[in-house]
Antibody, heavy 123, light 107 residues
Framework: EVQLLESGGNLVQPGGSLRLSCAASGLTLSYYALSWVRQAPGKGLEWVSD????????DYADSVKGRFTISRDNSKNTLYLQMNSLRAEDTALYYC????????????????WGQGTLVTVSS | DIQMTQSPSSLSVSVGDRVTITCRAS??????LNWYQQKIGKAPNLLIYAASSLQTGVPSRFSGSGSGTDFTLTISSLQPEDFATYYCQQTYSTPPTFGQGTNVEIK
């Protein structure tokens, strides 16, 4: 059974930093592109960032570009999200998701999701 | 960015009802449209990808259609476990964007 388990969420002051982790079981992450998707309390889904299987290619939503960094350690089967200069509007449940590309052009869907880790940015 | 607009935002239905949810893209996205179901306190779950392909394990009462800018998710006969929020998502271009969600609740 595939499981993704996020951790690292916490209450942090505006301007602070956090590092989220996503550990996988039942799945070798090194073969797959991975993503972070967030959901503010009572709101919809927002894509945050992608990373390729090798880690050589990354992408970010404009709302987090320059503040967040996605990375992976395939030897530890783990995905990360380093979050700096946090703002109140970053408050959300952060999901990691395994991305499945169903064609050669990168069109995809999110096949597996973790249960999320809550980040609260407040003074 | 491509904007995705779902309608309605919510609907009250009864078990056994046929349910149709619409998703409109701000520009053509061909058929690069996915549908997810999210129950309270749970992560989203993929139902449909590429507009009309049913994900493995998803009941056949769920179906998707459309291309270009207009898409539909249909639940042929709503079951008690289908009460949830449904999201469309385009993956035609980066950033992948979601609709605002449609909450299907019990009448």
């Amino acid at each position: 059974e595939v499981q993704l388990l996020e951790s690292g969420g916490n209450l942090v002051q505006p301007g602070g930093s956090l590092r989220l982790s996503c550990a996988a079981s039942g799945l070798t992450l090194s073969y797959y592109a991975l993503s972070w998707v967030r959901q503010a309390p009572g709101k919809g889904l927002e894509w945050v960032s992608d990373i390729s299987a090798s880690g050589g290619s990354t992408d970010y939503a404009d709302s987090v570009k320059g503040r967040f960094t996605i990375s992976r350690d395939n030897s530890k089967n783990t995905l990360y999200l380093q979050m700096n200069s946090l703002r109140a509007e970053d408050t959300a449940l952060y999901y990691c998701a395994k991305r499945y590309n169903y064609d050669s052009s990168g069109h995809h869907y999110f096949e597996y999701w973790g249960q999320g880790t809550l980040v609260t940015v407040s003074s | 960015d491509i904007q995705m607009t779902q309608s309605p935002s919510s609907l009250s239905v009864s078990v056994g009802d046929r349910v149709t949810i619409t998703c409109r893209a701000s520009q053509s996205i061909s058929r690069y449209l996915n549908w997810y179901q999210q129950k309270i306190g749970k992560a989203p779950n993929l139902l449909i990808y590429a507009a009309s392909s049913l994900q493995t394990g998803v009941p056949s009462r769920f179906s998707g259609s459309g291309s270009g800018t207009d898409f539909t998710l249909t639940i042929s006969s709503l079951q008690p476990e289908d009460f949830a929020t449904y999201y469309c998502q385009q993956t035609y271009s980066t950033p992948p964007t979601f609709g605002q969600g449609t909450n299907v609740e019990i009448k």
